[in-house]
């Protein structure tokens, strides 16, 4: 089982950054890749980010490469998503997802059982 904590959204201006933060409880939290999905009203979850397990590999959605920026702290057991050049568009709530490091491969990442929470992220115009 891993508890996760999503914290670091807000309101800000577009072209601003956040960077979000995501807790895991687990002490084995090397041992799984992670990723970051966000939601925006009315519409499906979608794949934003993904990390393996060393922070090695990175895998990004077209709509943020260039923007975001995902990366791991192993000793904290934390997943980061610095996002600049916010858009309107990135408007959503942002979710973390845990899955086994095998889950990654290939840049390609397999959704795990394991979610936060979510954080609101709102980009004003």
């Known amino acids: 089982q891993v508890q996760l904590v999503e914290s670091g959204g807000g309101l800000v201006q577009a072209g601003g950054s956040l960077r979000l933060s995501c807790a895991a409880s687990?002490?084995?939290?090397?041992?799984?890749?992670m990723a970051w999905f966000r939601q925006a009203p009315g519409k499906e979850r979608e794949f934003v980010a993904a990390i393996s397990w060393s922070g090695d590999s990175t895998t990004y959605a077209d709509s943020v490469k260039g923007r975001f920026t995902i990366s791991r702290d192993n000793a904290k057991n934390t997943v980061y998503l610095q996002m600049n050049s916010l858009k309107p568009e990135d408007t959503a709530v942002y979710y973390c997802?845990?899955?086994?490091?095998?889950?990654?491969?290939?840049?390609?990442?397999?959704?795990?059982?394991?979610w936060g929470q979510g954080t609101q992220v709102t980009i004003s115009s």
């Open positions: 997802n845990a899955a086994p490091s095998t889950s990654y491969s290939g840049s390609i990442y397999y959704t795990g059982n394991y």
């Open positions: 687990r002490r084995t939290f090397s041992s799984y890749a």
